[in-house]
């Protein structure tokens, strides 16, 4: 869950490391979003702007 920094300014973040891509993943983040199950899923293109045909969904699961 996301909480506010108690100054101004920019919140808090932690950086993940994607197993599958652990460098890049190669594609630009155009959204994301959470399941009624709490799931998060990433919307990605490798066209940078509002145009083509390249779109991908990653949903994000926790690997031990």
Known sequence: MAKPAAA???WPFDEIALKSY???VGHYLKG????????????LTSVLG???????????VEVN
């Open 50 to 60: 509002p145009t083509g045909t390249t779109g991908k969904v990653f949903k994000l």
């Open 22 to 24: 652990p460098n890049d």
């Open 32 to 43: 994301f979003g959470q399941d009624n199950d709490g799931e998060i899923y990433l919307t």
């Open 8 to 10: 101004p300014g920019l």
